[in-house]
């Protein structure tokens, strides 16, 4: 008898604790996804969005595109929306252009930004100047979207950065994201934007795997045009790069961190407009700046991002921190007033 009460309370004890028993509450493993994927649920998403926009390019419909970023949307969406064209830059170019003027939101890809040359009229004189000299009166949203930069194996007419050439023109917001986040989050938000975006992409990135949340994956989900991401904290100096380069300052990062050195990465996302805010305050907390990018090393997008940290009061703070660094001043609670007054001076009176 006792051993049947005894089996019973310890019966009791088990089914009270498995009603106690909750559902893991952790969140969801992250799904990885390439960049060339990445690229395609974006569009894909945004023409079952909306009916207004289509794709036009070279092989971008039956042969599902020259990298295949367009795979398997002619299949779903047809000739009238994923629309092969020839070889003719500037004729496809200015086909895109005149329907975004018509209320359309057409996706025009290069095969390869070099080729954009062909076509420089229509995206500046006919896409970014119309609606910037209208004041916005006349939207034009279009997205011109295509590999940058440089390549494996291929020659100089396939290899050019053209970042600092477009982020130069008035009337364009010029985009160039680095990993499958930024290349969700900034096409969707690029498609749905009434100005031309120019839309950066890296052939070299495309089969590169990143981990996407869930609320990355979401139809929903899009990046805001013109914020940068600080990808890695640091304290010590602060690199900044878009595109590929920014994962060949995160691996530099990881280097010197096991040197002592704390580098914060900030990954610009976009060029123009240029998020100078974020670098501000990263330089301001650091001290030092150096610029990556995958371009020429005159004119280019770190000339602009130097220019502007010297023209703005962030450059107080990097001459602050060298005068600090050349007198070895410790500064403590007797003498932190004197020593930053007297740093300051220096900057602002010496000859």
Same mark, same amino acid.
């Given at each position: 008898?006792a051993?049947?009460?005894?089996?019973?309370?310890?019966?009791?004890?088990?089914?009270?604790?498995?009603?106690?028993?909750?559902?893991?509450?952790?969140? /969801?493993?992250?799904?990885?996804?390439n960049?060339?994927?990445?690229?395609?649920?974006?569009?894909?998403?945004?023409?079952?969005?909306?009916?207004?926009?289509?794709l036009?390019?070279?092989?971008?419909?039956?042969?599902?595109?020259?990298?295949?970023?367009?795979?398997?949307? *002619?299949?779903k969406y047809?000739?009238?929306?994923?629309?092969?064209t020839?070889?003719?830059?500037? !004729?496809?170019? !200015?086909?895109?252009?005149?329907?975004?003027?018509?209320?359309?939101?057409?996706i025009?890809?290069?095969?390869?930004?070099?080729?954009?040359?062909?076509?420089?009229?229509?995206?500046?004189?006919?896409?970014?100047?119309?609606?910037?000299?209208?004041?916005?009166?006349q939207?034009?949203?279009?997205?011109?979207?295509?590999? $940058?930069?440089?390549?494996?194996?291929?020659?100089?007419?396939?290899?050019?950065?053209f970042?600092?050439?477009?982020?130069h023109?008035?009337?364009?917001?010029v985009?160039? /994201?680095? $990993?499958?986040e930024?290349?969700?989050?900034?096409?969707?938000?690029?498609?749905?934007? $009434?100005? /031309?975006?120019?839309?950066?992409?890296?052939?070299?990135?495309?089969?590169?795997?990143?981990?996407?949340?869930?609320?990355?994956?979401?139809?929903?989900f899009?990046?805001?045009?013109?914020?940068?991401k600080v990808?890695?904290?640091? &304290?010590?100096?602060?690199?900044?790069?878009?595109?590929?380069?920014?994962g060949?300052?995160?691996?530099?990062?990881?280097?010197?961190?096991?040197?002592?050195?704390e580098?914060?990465v900030?990954?610009?996302?976009?060029?123009?407009?240029l998020?100078?805010? &974020?670098?501000?305050?990263?330089?301001?907390?650091?001290?030092?700046?150096?610029?990556?990018?995958?371009? *020429?090393?005159?004119?280019?997008?770190?000339?602009?991002?130097?220019?502007?940290?010297?023209?703005? &009061?962030?450059?107080?703070?990097l001459?602050?921190?060298?005068?600090?660094?050349?007198?070895?001043?410790?500064?403590?609670?007797?003498?932190?007033?004197?020593? *930053?007054?007297?740093?300051?001076?220096?900057?602002?009176?010496?000859?």
């Amino acid at each position: 008898m006792a051993s049947i009460r005894c089996f019973l309370r310890s019966g009791k004890s088990a089914v009270s604790v498995v009603l106690r028993r909750e559902f893991s509450k952790t969140s /969801p493993a992250a799904v990885q996804v390439n960049v060339r994927d990445a690229l395609n649920q974006a569009m894909d998403e945004e023409l079952e969005r909306d009916e207004k926009v289509f794709l036009l390019g070279e092989e971008v419909a039956q042969y599902d595109g020259a990298y295949k970023v367009s795979r398997g949307l *002619w299949k779903k969406y047809g000739d009238k929306r994923i629309i092969d064209t020839p070889i003719t830059e500037m !004729g496809f170019a !200015g086909i895109a252009v005149g329907a975004a003027f018509a209320g359309l939101r057409p996706i025009c890809e290069f095969m390869t930004w070099n080729f954009s040359m062909q076509a420089i009229d229509q995206v500046i004189n006919s896409a970014a100047k119309t609606y910037y000299m209208s004041a916005g009166a006349q939207p034009v949203p279009i997205v011109f979207r295509g590999p $940058n930069g440089s390549s494996a194996g291929v020659a100089a007419q396939h290899s050019q950065c053209f970042a600092a050439w477009y982020g130069h023109c008035p009337g364009l917001k010029v985009v160039s /994201p680095w $990993n499958s986040e930024d290349a969700r989050g900034l096409l969707k938000a690029a498609i749905r934007d $009434n100005n /031309p975006v120019v839309f950066l992409e890296n052939e070299l990135m495309y089969g590169v795997p990143f981990d996407l949340s869930e609320e990355v994956m979401h139809k929903d989900f899009v990046l805001p045009i013109g914020k940068a991401k600080v990808e890695r904290q640091g &304290t010590h100096i602060t690199l900044v790069s878009h595109s590929r380069c920014v994962g060949f300052c995160l691996d530099a990062a990881a280097v010197l961190a096991k040197e002592g050195v704390e580098c914060e990465v900030v990954n610009l996302r976009t060029i123009r407009p240029l998020d100078v805010e &974020t670098i501000e305050a990263s330089v301001m907390k650091t001290g030092h700046l150096v610029t990556v990018e995958g371009g *020429w090393p005159q004119y280019g997008v770190g000339a602009e991002i130097c220019a502007r940290i010297m023209e703005g &009061t962030c450059s107080c703070f990097l001459n602050i921190h060298r005068l600090v660094s050349q007198m070895q001043i410790k500064p403590n609670l007797g003498l932190k007033y004197f020593h *930053w007054r007297f740093a300051i001076e220096l900057v602002f009176f010496s000859p």
